[in-house]
């Protein structure tokens, strides 16, 4: 227990800059927290913190140290939480992005709801297409989409992202339904800007990247929903973005013979051992209400 409250005072006096601030929120004395970071060092062997008359700062050791003792502290929390009546609630400031489109309607949503069943959380969320930094930008989560490139980022896996290839009723009735990928090539098609191709699988069962063309491109996909609303041609869209557009009989799918394997939609952190709780809860949040059955045909719709 006495090596419990060392730890625990060492942190409270690195994080708050001084002896009296962290006594002040233990409810003691400056001399008492003095002393137990005078034995905590003792124990050690090693000095954690340079104390002048001015200021408090860390030693090489002490930062290193001071990393570990916040994720135990944190990891014993969660443990208790896990197993006391009720638990503990989360509490805190997050911070997470997503891809613009998706966040709009699949991320936002879901935080509202998140931060109304508890109060004491408080979050930013970052919509953008970058690729955001998580470390070096401090943010405690990223929601991303396909493949995960970089092998030092911890992920989770929350849904699948599906593509259908969609047109309008009133599209196919003027220009025929296509019955394969090639029959593409006789239609319009409406394209993300810069995009390589939209992907099947072949007969063979392997891969294809199809080179379409059409008289629209633009880089936003909420824009190229609308156009093929409108009638104007075929797009290769997401389930997430067009799937109650596929329920209300909108849009209707074509080619799903062929459609390509689903990518992953994933939550990524810089290192799952320093998820605080509130992180844990929202990320569980996300993982339920996407495994839902037929939310991604419920959801995001006009």
Same mark, same amino acid.
């Given at each position: 227990?006495?090596?419990?409250?060392?730890?625990?005072?060492? $942190?409270?006096?690195?994080?708050?800059?001084?002896?009296?601030?962290?006594?002040?929120?233990?409810?003691?004395?400056?001399?008492?927290?003095?002393?137990?970071?005078? =034995?905590?060092? =003792?124990?050690?062997?090693?000095?954690?913190?340079?104390?002048?008359?001015?200021?408090?700062?860390? +030693?090489?050791?002490?930062?290193?140290?001071?990393?570990?003792?916040?994720?135990?502290?944190?990891?014993?929390?969660?443990?208790?939480?896990?197993?006391?009546?009720?638990? $503990?609630?989360?509490?805190? *400031?997050?911070?997470? %992005?997503?891809?613009?489109?998706? @966040?709009?309607?699949?991320?936002?949503?879901?935080?509202?709801?998140?931060?109304?069943?508890?109060?004491?959380?408080?979050?930013?969320?970052?919509?953008?297409?970058?690729?955001?930094?998580?470390?070096?930008?401090?943010?405690?989560?990223?929601?991303?989409?396909?493949?995960?490139?970089?092998?030092?980022?911890?992920?989770?896996?929350?849904?699948?992202?599906?593509?259908? $290839?969609?047109?309008?009723?009133?599209?196919?009735?003027?220009?025929? +339904?296509?019955? %394969?990928?090639? &029959?593409?090539?006789?239609?319009?098609?409406?394209?993300?800007?810069?995009?390589?191709?939209?992907?099947?699988?072949?007969? &063979?069962?392997?891969?294809?990247?199809?080179?379409?063309?059409?008289?629209?491109?633009?880089?936003? @996909?909420?824009?190229?929903? &609308?156009? %093929?609303?409108?009638?104007?041609?075929? !797009?290769?869209?997401?389930?997430?973005?067009?799937?109650?557009?596929?329920?209300?009989?909108?849009?209707?799918?074509?080619?799903?013979?062929?459609?390509?394997?689903?990518?992953?939609?994933?939550?990524?952190?810089?290192?799952?051992?320093?998820? !605080?709780?509130?992180?844990?809860?929202?990320?569980? *949040?996300?993982?339920? +209400?996407?495994?839902?059955? @037929?939310?991604?045909?419920?959801?995001? @719709?006009?």
């Amino acid at each position: 227990m006495d090596h419990l409250k060392q730890i625990e005072s060492f $942190v409270s006096v690195a994080t708050r800059g001084s002896l009296s601030a962290a006594a002040r929120e233990a409810g003691l004395t400056p001399a008492v927290i003095g002393r137990r970071l005078d =034995a905590l060092e =003792a124990r050690l062997g090693v000095k954690l913190l340079l104390r002048t008359t001015r200021r408090i700062t860390l +030693t090489f050791e002490g930062s290193a140290f001071l990393e570990d003792c916040q994720r135990i502290l944190n990891e014993l929390a969660n443990a208790e939480a896990s197993v006391s009546l009720g638990g $503990v609630k989360p509490s805190g *400031h997050l911070r997470l %992005t997503a891809p613009a489109g998706f @966040g709009r309607r699949h991320v936002a949503p879901l935080v509202m709801g998140f931060l109304r069943d508890n109060p004491e959380v408080s979050c930013t969320l970052e919509l953008s297409d970058r690729m955001v930094d998580l470390l070096n930008e401090g943010f405690d989560c990223a929601i991303r989409i396909g493949d995960l490139p970089d092998s030092s980022l911890v992920s989770v896996r929350l849904a699948e992202n599906r593509r259908v $290839v969609v047109a309008s009723r009133d599209y196919l009735a003027r220009h025929g +339904t296509p019955q %394969t990928p090639d &029959d593409l090539l006789a239609h319009n098609c409406l394209s993300l800007a810069q995009q390589r191709g939209w992907q099947f699988i072949g007969e &063979d069962g392997t891969a294809r990247l199809l080179r379409v063309a059409g008289n629209l491109e633009c880089n936003d @996909g909420a824009v190229l929903r &609308d156009w %093929t609303l409108a009638g104007l041609g075929l !797009a290769w869209r997401s389930l997430w973005e067009v799937g109650e557009d596929l329920r209300a009989g909108r849009l209707v799918p074509v080619l799903e013979r062929w459609a390509a394997a689903p990518l992953g939609i994933y939550a990524v952190f810089p290192q799952r051992r320093h998820l !605080a709780l509130r992180v844990r809860l929202l990320v569980d *949040h996300f993982r339920d +209400t996407y495994g839902q059955p @037929g939310y991604w045909t419920a959801a995001g @719709g006009d």
